[in-house]
Every structure is written in structure tokens, then in C-alpha cells.
């Protein structure tokens, strides 16, 4: 166990809706990353954020949108869903914005979108 | 830009037999080179790193990689495989100053008994 925590699990919803993915991190992690796996563009870097703040951005589409609350958890807001959304989206967490090699991985939500 | 490439999205070895992992990275300048790990219904796990000490790294269940300039190379290697071993790798690749982490595209290592 990563200490890193994502729901939902698994999410099933159709084209055009919108969902919200959900992450708290490692107790004491201040920065938080998500990531986008799919098959045929692998893993993706989305978005970071240190301690609320935006820290880096990756090919993040203008349809999604990520916050980081005051509490640490972070919420990645996907909208307008399309058929080519459909991928395993993972949270890390790790204790400062430049140690990528000390990420902790959740275990991901599945995203369907029929 | 950095990036890395793995050569070959599916790899099966027998058990036992030597385990091999291509990655092949591009940087401008020095980079640091990691392999992670990822077990099914699992998120991704550290399995080493390379951040310009030695060459030779070796990290955790047995494995080891070697960094070669001369190559660009980072290959992932175990003598002998275990049915364990059976997930998906993915080599990834940071240079000083970008505190992005970029990822291949991953290799799915299958082990036959």
C-alpha cells in the first residue's frame, strides 16, 4: 500500500458528461501528481501541484481541470468526455515538487467513457 | 525535450532465464533515468534510478541497470526471472531544472513456466 489514495475505483459514464477523479496523497506529501495511462500513448504527465499551487503542466487537454485543496486532496475534473478519454488515470504523491524519484503511486481509476 | 523509448511493448522469458528491458533515452543534457515497476490493479512502484553516481544501479528484487552515454542507453536487466517478476515496466527519464517526469510507453514482461 502506497499511502496513496484514489476513488472511484471504476468509472463508467457516457460521451459529453462530465466526472470528477479524487486523490488524497501521503500524509506529509505536499505535492501531487496526476497521470494519464492509456495503451496506445502510454503513461502521460497531466498536471502537478505543490501545496495548492500549480506546479507543472504536461499535455494536459483544455477540457480538464485539477485543484489542490487546502487539505491536500486533489480533485482532476474531466468534461465534455469523449471516446479517446477512456485510460487509467493515476495520482502520486511525493513530499516536495522535485523529487519525482520519491513518487507514491495510487493504484489508479479506470475510466470508461461509452 | 527528454524522452525515452522502449524497444518492444511485449517481452516473455521463461523463468529462470535472463531478463532483458530496452530503454533508450534523449536528452540535451545529463539526465536522470528511472525504471518503474507496475503489478497489476496496482499503481507504479520505484524499481531503481540512476542520478549520475554509478553506472551500474541496482535495485530492488533483483534487478539492475546500466547507464551507457556511448549508447543512450538505460537497459533493465535480471539474471533469472521469476514468476513474480510478470508486470509492466516503464523506464522514465528527468533532467535537472524540469521537474517533469517523462515516461516510455512501458514493456509488459510475461514469464512462462
Known amino acids: 500500500d502506497s499511502g496513496v489514495t484514489q476513488t472511484p475505483k471504476h468509472l463508467i459514464t457516457a460521451t459529453g458528461q462530465r466526472v470528477t477523479l479524487r486523490c488524497s496523497p501521503r500524509s506529509g506529501d505536499l505535492s501531487v501528481y496526476w497521470y494519464q495511462q492509456s495503451l496506445d500513448q502510454g503513461l502521460q504527465f497531466l498536471i502537478q501541484?505543490?501545496?495548492?499551487?500549480?506546479?507543472a503542466k504536461g499535455n494536459i487537454l483544455e477540457r480538464f481541470s485539477a485543484q489542490q485543496f487546502p487539505d491536500l486532496h486533489s480533485e482532476l475534473n474531466l468534461s465534455s468526455l469523449e471516446l479517446g478519454d477512456s485510460a487509467l488515470y493515476f495520482c502520486?504523491?511525493?513530499?516536495?515538487?522535485?523529487?519525482?524519484?520519491?513518487?507514491?503511486f495510487g493504484s489508479g481509476t479506470q475510466l470508461s467513457v461509452l | 525535450a527528454q524522452s525515452v523509448t522502449q524497444l518492444g511493448s511485449h517481452v516473455s522469458v521463461s523463468e529462470g532465464a535472463l531478463v532483458l528491458l530496452r530503454c533508450n533515452y534523449s536528452?540535451?543534457?545529463?539526465?536522470?533515468l528511472f525504471w518503474y515497476v507496475q503489478y497489476p490493479n496496482q499503481g507504479l512502484q520505484l524499481l531503481l534510478k540512476?542520478?549520475?553516481?554509478?553506472?551500474l544501479v541496482k535495485g530492488i528484487n533483483g534487478f539492475e541497470a546500466e547507464f551507457k552515454k556511448s549508447e543512450t542507453s538505460f537497459h533493465l536487466t535480471k539474471p533469472s526471472a521469476h514468476m513474480s517478476d510478470a508486470a509492466e515496466y516503464f523506464c522514465a527519464v528527468r533532467i535537472f531544472g524540469n521537474e517533469k517526469l517523462t515516461f516510455g510507453t512501458g514493456t509488459r514482461l510475461t514469464i512462462i513456466p
Open positions: 502520486a504523491s511525493s513530499v516536495a515538487f522535485n523529487l519525482e524519484e520519491k513518487l507514491f
Open positions: 540512476y542520478t549520475s553516481a554509478a553506472t
Open positions: 501541484y505543490y501545496n495548492g499551487e500549480e506546479r
Open positions: 536528452s540535451s543534457v545529463p539526465p536522470y
